[in-house]
């Protein structure tokens, strides 16, 4: 299982559903894989502005990678560092591409009866927390998320998870900020791992002390721009 740090709590994200936090900046959250198979979408905002979000264009543009690796920041829509990958035991395979689901990507796939989803999941989350968005967010950070790029540098291709059990992540928060996370509901596009596609637990813990520090890169610049 996960490595033992200075935490001040824990908590379970039941399978299908969505849970919320509010991190102090310095502390951290730990995601934790418990069985190893399971893809958690997060989400984060700046805590004293929700219409600040944690931005995938932006993150792709500050860090010049498709996925990120352990040192990289993860950007909000106003162009500010909101969260840094300190640790990372899993194979490193993440998600920064596809949209959340939601209601309507479940009715595109067939269902005519209501699905949980992963964009439902982040306003339930955030509501127990009493906030409330001004907007939705399709684009999340998928966790363990496996979307591999082909060889022609253009296609997408879906595959299952390859993280292995008790396998986690640590997010540092750079500025006091909410941070959402839902274990995916997703049963039909086989991106659970093991081969069955059923959603499970995950858990997290807001980490005080005791995680990794690491020296943040700062914005990407082109040489002729130094």
Known sequence: MSAEFEHRDIQLIAARHGKAVRLAKGEAVQVVNLHGTQVVDCWAYNASDVSEYMCMEATRVWNQRLN???????????????????????????????????????????????????????????????????????????IFMNIQVQPDGRTLKTLPTVTRPGDYIIL?????????????????????????NTPRDAELRILTAGFPSLKRQGPWVPESAR
């Open 68 to 142: 990120p690796q352990v040192g990289d920041s993860f950007i909000t829509s106003q162009r500010h560092p909101i969260l840094t990958l300190v640790a990372d035991t899993s194979p490193g395979v993440h998600d920064t591409f596809m949209a959340a689901c939601d209601a309507r990507r479940y009715e595109l796939l067939g269902c005519t009866e209501p699905h949980r989803n992963c964009h439902d999941n982040l306003f339930e989350g955030m509501a127990a927390l009493g906030v409330t968005l001004p907007h939705g967010n399709l684009a999340s950070f998928n």
């Open 172 to 196: 540092q928060a750079e500025m006091d900020c909410y941070v959402a996370f839902s274990a995916c509901p997703q049963d039909i596009v086989p991106i659970q791992g093991q081969g069955d």
